[in-house]
């Protein structure tokens, strides 16, 4: 999927995501776990808003993502900041040659992109190969009560002098699946005339057990399952879940 004008927009749309939680989680997680080193990989890194809070927190950041035209983004961006951060355009379910690191991260649901279990298998497959032993796995996902319950058949709109959108959630192709149909509408400064751009998104989701099932197959050790930025278990109502995981040294080699 190419993001294509979506991306140039994306941050302004996205202002409201609460990345500072993101960053904040991961720090505790790595002191918790007691990760010693900073090379992190940051898997669909989008515009780069993680890669950036978490090359400024001392990390040593790559960043991977399928849309060239959101890495053009991400790349000013680092620039702008002062920051040197790689940035390389890839399948998560297709990662290779990147060598090993102490933390790889899946952020900000980017993982539901996937349309089979079979890539998010493959995915999970190719984290572990990309992982120091007793390296740190973490990354998040929509449960599937935000997608059946929230997403499902709703429609959300946002009416800015800028930037509006109108958003239409349906029903996938796929079970815990939706389609979103984004139309958005930007202000030309130069004619004070609104252009109209269109972009289809597809997530999916799975229970969590299944998540958990394929983790240990790839050798994860699966350390904690949380929801909503809280160290509690999911709830029923649970809406954004989060894996930390393990590579332990003794699953080298499967």
């Not at 400064?189 to 751009?197: N, W």
Request: net charge negative; proline share 2%.
């Amino acid at each position: 999927m190419s993001y294509g004008k979506f991306a140039y927009l994306y941050d302004q749309l996205m202002e409201d995501a609460p990345y500072d939680s993101w960053v904040e989680l991961i720090s505790q997680k790595v002191e918790k776990f007691s990760i010693s080193g900073k090379k992190l990989l940051d898997l669909a890194c989008g515009t780069g808003q993680l890669s950036i809070r978490l090359g400024k927190q001392g990390y040593e950041v790559t960043g991977v993502d399928l849309s060239g035209d959101m890495l053009a983004v991400a790349q000013a961006k680092a620039e702008q900041n002062g920051l040197r951060i790689p940035f390389y355009q890839q399948n998560m379910a297709e990662l290779e040659g990147f060598g090993e690191f102490d933390i790889i991260g899946i952020f900000c649901d980017s993982l539901n992109y996937l349309e089979t279990e079979s890539e998010v298998q493959a995915t999970f497959q190719r984290v572990h190969g990309h992982l120091k032993d007793d390296g740190l796995f973490i990354f998040d996902v929509h449960s599937i009560y935000k997608m059946m319950q929230i997403f499902m058949n709703q429609t959300f709109a946002e009416n800015d002098e800028e930037i509006s959108y109108i958003w239409h959630s349906y029903q996938g192709e796929y079970p815990n699946s939706v389609e979103h149909d984004l139309s958005f509408f930007v202000l030309d400064e130069a004619t004070e005339k609104y252009d109209r751009y269109d972009e289809l998104h597809f997530q999916r989701t799975y229970p969590v057990e299944s998540y958990e099932g394929w983790l240990r197959e790839c050798g994860f050790e699966l350390l904690e399952v949380s929801a909503d930025f809280e160290d509690t278990a999911p709830g029923s109502q649970a809406e954004r879940i989060f894996f930390i995981c393990r590579k332990s040294a003794v699953t080298k080699g499967k």
